[in-house]
């Protein structure tokens, strides 16, 4: 089945609720990944999670995994430095929920700089470029 990314909440919510893996093309990984069964999918303000920022998150949270999805709609290329902070937002996310594994998803309209999607890969997340808009 062909999982077409679009970076809007509502899009990205109805993905994770269905549960379907997410193809190895989309996430930039060899084999497809499967999702974990998430009992809430909800979009949530960063100010909630104590981050700093105006901006929302999708939060999924399951029995044993939390994801979390930060939407980037823009034209700009993701650089390191805000794949690095991408990072740090999961890190405090894993603080709130200890015991639970949590994993980030940078979904993007715009590229993502190669130094910047290796090192979210290396910390077990996953970034997204060139999502639909709608």
């Known amino acids: 089945m062909r999982i077409a990314v679009r970076a809007t909440e509502e899009a990205i919510?109805?993905?994770?609720?269905?549960?379907h893996p997410l193809p190895g093309d989309v996430v930039d990984r060899e084999l497809e990944t499967?999702?974990?069964?998430?009992q809430?999918?909800?979009?949530?303000?960063?100010?909630?999670?104590?981050?700093?920022?105006?901006g929302r998150i999708v939060v999924a949270r399951g029995r044993k995994?939390?994801?979390?999805v930060d939407i980037k709609r823009r034209s700009s290329k993701v650089s390191p430095k805000e794949g690095e902070s991408f990072i740090?937002?999961?890190?405090?996310?894993q603080q709130r929920y200890p015991g639970q594994k949590v994993t980030g998803w940078l979904v993007t309209t715009a590229d993502v700089?190669?130094?910047?999607?290796?090192?979210i890969a290396e910390q077990g997340c996953f970034a997204t470029a060139g999502a639909a808009k709608r």
Request: proline residues 5%; without cysteine.
């Open 13 to 19: 919510i109805r993905l994770l609720r269905a549960g």
């Open 34 to 38: 499967r999702l974990p069964v998430f």
């Open 40 to 54: 809430s999918v909800e979009a949530v303000p960063v100010k909630n999670y104590g981050l700093e920022g105006a």
């Open 65 to 68: 995994d939390v994801w979390f």
């Open 88 to 93: 740090e937002m999961r890190d405090k996310l």
């Open 113 to 119: 700089d190669t130094k910047a999607k290796s090192f």
